[in-house]
């Protein structure tokens, strides 16, 4: 009897203390995911928690009111109606130095990284509503992805436009491509419905992350699973022909949080000829929390793209608005499978550990246009036409380690880790017989052949070790050094016969690199600080140039030297907020790419190149419902030692600048959200892309273009629909003909034609999560 009571009286005691126990849950307002870290603090007793990386927290006892506050959102004060509640948090707008960033794989607050760092956040993502990723990056200052159709892309950052390695496109902070095996176009390999923020490091951040990393690098971040764990669907169509269906959710059960997102993208008939893809992407992500202090993670995406390419233009036909392709066969499918598993330990609070094991399985098949080519004989007489077939796979199967831990002196942080990438690839090419219709200049079909352009297989090995030290000697100085060793090895095998072929039958090639940062920011208080860097970046040759049978010079290792100062001032009590930053690069052996007049491409070393410029973002809030985002680039680059043979002469461009390199790019993009009307969102974007020199001579050059962006939303607040949206966009809005990019060869120049006004129309629904029904706040 006295047992049966006792249990009585630890029920009641656990009711009560249950009852007495508030929970919950914080998330982003705008993208209904996880707020992790944000401070909870009950007003009475003045108790306070913080949220875990999925949201959550818990106060031991009952609160009558609560604050809730984070880096980057308006704080908020509410009144919980239950043991358990969900708060929504509003990001605050014009926190510029206040933004959480990982550039060290690590969250850490914006001022603290001396370097030039933007962010998407998923305000922007959601607000966007972009059937590309060039609509977001190019909000980004110092950004211009060059929108090549159908998700295809190149890209500018501190660089010229360029289809060469000189970028690192990351997600979560691992790169989605092996060292040595870029492709301009890899970003067609992330999935835009899992995205949750963007953070773009301009300049070289080899010391790191590695090679590529020159002009910048790009990391996207997905949800942390359990976040934004209602379901979410959407569709959207413009009046080309565009259809695309998102769907996104989650859910939890104890320690588990599952997250899983995919879209669809399908194209037919659009305003250029000849441009039909389709697209499926889908990811998942599992997070199990052992215990507090150890966590699993399991990553994967696949994503297959399957592409008619048509190929740019010649002046007429752009001129002329005739977008007809001259050639009804070229194209590019895309199988790309990633996967990752990630155990994060915290050993105690200095010190914290994770492992990441990955494997990647890439399959890229083309039959590209800008290989076709027409063979002529000494006078330019047309002889035939030919191009080519080709297949690059690859599979990977690497591990990252980093360790941090925490200094007592002078409140230093050391972080170490090492990088291991062994990627074999093969690629094989066929060559092609072309027919051509010389009239119409119209290329018909083409015949398979038996004979081989290029077919070999390499071992690629990328071993790195990395470590990065962090002090703060006095309270608003942080110092940052950083140095990464990496050996990048090539074992190259060629299954062509030796007299088909210029390589060897067996070639290694070995590039060692050492790649430091240093780098400081100062803390001038109330918002303001300063920051400084030096850092080193490095490009190996890429294997699909080093080896190519149609590549004729030899190609050497390319490094950056890059030097840099920025700062970010507040001003008019938050009102208006400033970003400068400012740089200088130099180039030694640059690897450049050049047009031939058989439109083929070589590349080339550039001896030396310098690279200036000055990227600036402000953003001005005259009221609460308006906010003014002007942001931009000013930039030189130039040949310092740099030549080319032409009809067996050497002419040197010394002092010219780069070909493809505008010396000024802006968006700037003027946001109204009127307190009057809950839910509704208008943006009107302009960019800017002045004249630039088309070819190395400096005697070719595009105009560049202006054009503007419009973009309507609502998204119901209340009653039976809360959480459904619907939003228009008005792409390329005054109808302008422009090129996102032109190219020059000996007998003109080629236009990647930019798509004419394009509405789009899309409409979404948030489905409400259950497992918080009873909170309403």
């Known amino acids: 009897m006295k047992r049966i009571a006792m249990v009585c009286i630890l029920c009641a005691f656990q009711s009560l203390y249950a009852q007495q126990q508030c929970s919950g849950r914080v998330i982003d307002a705008q993208t209904n995911q996880a707020v992790a870290g944000a401070t909870i603090k009950a007003l009475k007793n003045s108790e306070t928690s913080s949220t875990d990386k999925q949201g959550h927290f818990t106060l031991t006892s009952r609160a009558d009111s609560i604050s809730i506050s984070c880096i980057g959102y308006v704080s908020k004060v509410v009144a919980p109606e239950g043991i358990k509640i969900i708060v929504s948090l509003t990001p605050s707008l014009n926190n510029l130095t206040e933004i959480v960033v990982s550039a060290s794989r690590e969250e850490q607050k914006r001022k603290d990284v001396p370097a030039a760092i933007s962010k998407v956040d998923g305000l922007t993502i959601k607000d966007t509503r972009a059937t590309a990723l060039y609509q977001l990056l190019n909000k980004v200052s110092g950004v211009y992805m060059v929108n090549l159709g159908n998700e295809q892309h190149t890209m500018a950052i501190r660089q010229p436009i360029s289809y060469n390695a000189l970028y690192l496109y990351l997600e979560d902070g691992l790169p989605i491509r092996p060292t040595g095996i870029f492709n301009h176009n890899a970003l067609y390999e992330i999935n835009m419905n899992s995205v949750r923020d963007i953070e773009v490091f301009k300049g070289p951040s080899s010391s790191l992350y590695g090679s590529n990393s020159i002009g910048g690098s790009v990391n996207f971040i997905s949800p942390v699973p359990g976040a934004g764990a209602s379901p979410e669907i959407s569709v959207q169509g413009d009046g080309y022909n565009y259809y695309r269906a998102d769907a996104s959710g989650g859910w939890s059960q104890g320690k588990l949080d599952v997250y899983a997102a995919a879209y669809t993208a399908r194209q037919r008939d659009s305003w250029q000829d000849y441009t039909d893809f389709d697209k499926y992407s889908a990811s998942i992500k599992a997070s199990y929390a052992f215990t507090p202090a150890t966590r699993l993670l399991l990553s994967a995406t696949y994503n297959y793209l399957n592409t008619q390419t048509p190929g740019s233009l010649d002046s007429a036909r752009f001129y002329g608005q005739r977008y007809a392709s001259n050639q009804r066969f070229t194209y590019r499918r895309v199988a790309a499978f990633r996967a990752s598993t990630r155990l994060d330990h915290t050993w105690n609070a200095s010190n914290a550990t994770f492992v990441t094991a990955f494997f990647r399985d890439n399959s890229t098949g083309q039959l590209p246009a800008y290989y076709i080519s027409d063979v002529r004989n000494e006078s330019k007489q047309y002889l035939r036409s030919v191009g080519q077939e080709n297949d690059q796979s690859f599979n990977s199967y690497g591990l990252l380690i980093q360790h941090r831990t925490n200094i007592n002196f002078l409140n230093s942080k050391l972080i170490g880790g090492f990088y291991l990438d062994n990627s074999p690839s093969t690629f094989n090419a066929n060559f092609l017989s072309i027919d051509k219709d010389l009239a119409n200049n119209y290329y018909t079909g083409y015949t398979k052949t038996d004979s081989l352009i290029d077919d070999y ?64 920011t100062y803390d001038l208080g109330k918002g303001r600080g300063v920051y400084a860097n030096f850092s080193l970046g490095f490009q190996p040759p890429e294997t699909g140039t080093l080896y190519n049978s149609r590549q004729v010079d030899r190609l050497k290792q ?218 309403n706040l």
């Open 457 to 520: 297989r390499i071992k690629l090995f990328n071993t790195a070790a990395f470590v990065q030290y962090e002090l703060n000697p006095v309270s608003p100085l942080r110092i940052v050094a950083g140095l990464r060793y990496d050996n990048v090895r090539y074992n190259f095998r060629n299954s062509l016969p030796a007299d088909q072929t210029k390589y060897k039958q067996q070639q290694k090639d070995n590039y060692n690199i050492i790649a430091p940062k240093f780098g400081a």
């Open 558 to 775: 390319a490094t950056f030297y890059n030097y840099e100062i920025g700062g970010w001032l507040p001003l008019l009590n938050r009102k208006l907020a400033l970003e400068l930053s400012a740089y200088n690069m130099d180039g030694k052996n640059e690897i450049i790419s050049v047009l031939g007049a058989d439109n083929t491409t070589q590349n080339q070393n550039a001896g030396a190149t310098r690279h200036t410029g000055m990227e600036y973002n402000l953003i001005v809030m005259p009221a609460a419902s308006w906010q003014v985002r002007i942001g931009g680039t000013l930039a030189r680059h130039t040949y310092l030692d740099y030549s080319e043979i032409l009809s067996g002469k050497t002419i040197s461009y010394d002092g010219n600048r780069m070909a493809n390199a505008p010396s000024w790019i802006a968006n700037t993009e003027l946001t109204w959200k009127p307190a009057f009307i809950e839910g509704f969102r208008s943006a009107v974007e302009w960019q800017h892309l002045n004249r630039y020199y088309i070819n190395s001579a400096n005697f070719k050059s595009y105009q560049g273009y202006d054009v503007f962006n419009l973009r309507l939303g609502y998204e119901l607040k209340s009653g039976f629909a809360r959480s459904a949206g619907m939003w228009l966009n008005a792409i390329n809005l005054t109808d302008k003909l422009y090129a996102t990019n032109v190219t020059a060869n000996q007998y003109g120049a080629t236009y990647n034609a930019a798509a004419p006004r394009t509405f789009s129309l899309g409409i979404s629904i948030h489905l409400q999560n259950k497992r918080y029904a009873n909170a």
